[in-house]
């Protein structure tokens, strides 16, 4: 098999745009993981670099990170599929240059603030020059605005881009789930003096971002991408969208209810936030499973050889709806009933499915729409596995995997310890840090961060070398 190459790269001004994202997106995504793995060192051994760079600031820029290079995934996905949907190019694309510019120079700053200007007190104007102190959101407040600024400029472009050209169901789908994007980011800007209110409301940025708005994104660009590799029926997949949509609105604020369990909020969101807050995948991986079938059965049918276009993609599309479902889904199920919560919360079960959760739902996806931009941008009309894209989809999830279940161990110790044994009291707290099971747990997921590192690094190889002639052969 080769990888057929067309003379013609990109068409349009806006998929170059797109790629200027992903640029970012990829570089952010390895600081990701570098900062994740010097905090998981610094977790079994304090003094690795104390007082040179502390464990708050490694753990912060890790989360924080996560947080910035998926919206750059996101809105680089967006712009690289408008065109092709909208059969247009993307209204004010110049502007939107200026934009990425203005984010990328804003979000430079607020990292380098992170590493070197964590001292001194919480002050009023700390919150507006250093950070905000709320986590996953610690962007200072003239970050805040220079963001909101950014991202509405992106959602007028979308909106007059999908107006003035072709409207589908996908870009109908999507105008919609930005606004509610963008809106909800406002929310978090708000304060209270009542800690339960402000966490209240902290969590409705939080919550309804990566298990509402982001999980209805990652079905659109899933949608749009299972059309150009396969050739997926569009009124299936935007079927899915609808009922992903319909099943968000009936259960996404619902699903809220597992983030107040403990933070003195009434009782009764005991039992709704159990009952809704696993539903969100289900459309994502239904969708999946029936486009494939539907794509098998025509094929078989017809006689004919099915053929992927790109099949780096399509293999992270596969790991992202089951990752989704089992990451997002199964993984938060099944420790988040109150019963199970109470001792569960707050331990390292928390920990274990947040990572199989930003992975499965999120990180796959947008490393997919990475290899759509490069097959464009190298116009390369049939993109096959290479041993390095095998490598680095192996390795990459190995190294997950090993940590979800590493963290598993060691909530499971604490769950034993710290809450069952001695009553979630501070004395239980630290004996279990020492337990044998949470320290062998903890030590494992630093290594399997090690093993997503090597994986990160064949990606990387991987990406960087696609426009080489050899890669023409597999």
Known sequence: MVNSIENNTFTYESEKLGMMYFRVAIILFGAQLLMGLIAAVQFLYPSFLFEIFDFSVARMVHINALVVWMLYGMIGATYLLMPSETGIETVGVGIGKLLFWVLTVAITVVILVYIFVQVGAGTEASIWLIHEGREYIEAPRWADIGIVVVVVGFIISVYATAIKGRRTGIMTVMMA??????????????????????????????????????????????????????????????????????????????????????????????????????????????????????????????????VLTNTPAFAWIIANGFGNFLGAGVWGFFYTLPQVNIYTHGTQFTSSHGHFAFWGAYATILIAMFYMGLQRANG??????????????????????????????????????????????????????????????????????????????????????????DRNIT
Not at 178 to 207: E, K
Not at 212 to 230: F, P, R, S
Not at 237 to 260: P, Q, R, T
């Open 177 to 306: 789930n930005l606004l509610a994007l963008g809106g909800l980011y406002v929310t978090g800007m708000l304060y209270t003096d009542n800690i339960s209110v402000d966490q209240f409301w902290w969590w409705w940025i939080i919550h309804l971002w990566v298990e509402a708005t982001w999980e209805v994104y990652v079905a659109t660009v899933a949608a749009w991408a299972l059309i150009q590799i396969i050739g997926a029926k569009r009124q299936i997949v935007e079927m899915w969208l609808w009922i992903e949509v319909a099943m968000l609105f009936g259960s996404g604020i619902l699903g809220l209810g597992h983030h107040y369990f403990w933070i003195g909020t009434p009782e009764y969101w005991w039992e709704i936030g159990a009952l809704f807050s696993a539903l969100e995948p289900v459309p994502l991986v239904a969708m999946l499973v029936h486009v494939i079938y539907d794509w098998g059965k025509q094929t078989g049918a017809a006689g004919g050889k099915q």
């Open 380 to 469: 390369i009309k049939v993109m096959k596995m290479t041993r390095n894209a095998k490598l680095a989809i192996t390795l990459l999830h190995i190294g997950m995997l090993g940590m979800v279940v590493a963290l598993l161990i060691s909530g499971y110790g604490q769950v034993l310890i710290e809450r069952a044994q001695f009553g979630a009291t501070w004395e239980g707290f630290f004996i279990s840090q020492d337990a044998v099971w949470f320290v062998q747990g903890i030590a494992w997921r630093a290594v399997m961060g090690v093993v997503m590192l090597v994986g990160f690094v064949y990606l990387m190889i991987d990406m960087l070398t696609i426009a080489r002639s």
